[in-house]
């Protein structure tokens, strides 16, 4: 199993910024590649950011320009700096990872963080 345990939201004005960061733990893992999904009340969950352990980057056409996703795979820790941040980007953000191997075997698989929430007053 891979552990995720995120951090960094919280309330913040219009035009404010936040910076999220989500630390993978687990046995013998290794992860091919990261991302941040949010869900907002009513909505489905949706991709914000996701980066490749290459670093390729993909953004969501709302948050281009506005947050910055990376990732030091060291660590296996990914960031999401989300600035200029919107009344409608206030969801809950949830740190995704893609395995290739876990426990020392080929398992590829989607782990989730608990979410965190942010919320953006106007």
């Known amino acids: 199993q891979v552990q995720l345990v995120e951090s960094g939201g919280g309330l913040v004005q219009y035009g404010g910024s936040l910076r999220l960061s989500c630390a993978a733990s687990g046995d013998r893992f290794t992860i091919v590649k990261m991302g941040w999904y949010r869900q907002a009340p009513g909505k489905q969950r949706e991709s914000v950011a996701t980066i490749t352990r290459g670093g390729t980057t993909n953004y969501a056409n709302s948050v281009k320009g506005r947050f910055t996703i990376s990732s030091d795979n060291a660590k296996n820790t990914v960031y999401l700096q989300m600035d200029s941040l919107k009344p409608e980007d206030t969801a809950v953000y949830y740190c995704?990872?893609?395995?290739?191997?876990?426990?020392?075997?080929?398992?590829?698989?989607?782990?989730w963080g608990q979410g965190t929430q942010v919320t953006v007053s106007s």
């Open positions: 995704n990872v893609r395995t290739a191997v876990v426990g020392g075997v080929i398992d590829v698989r989607d782990f």
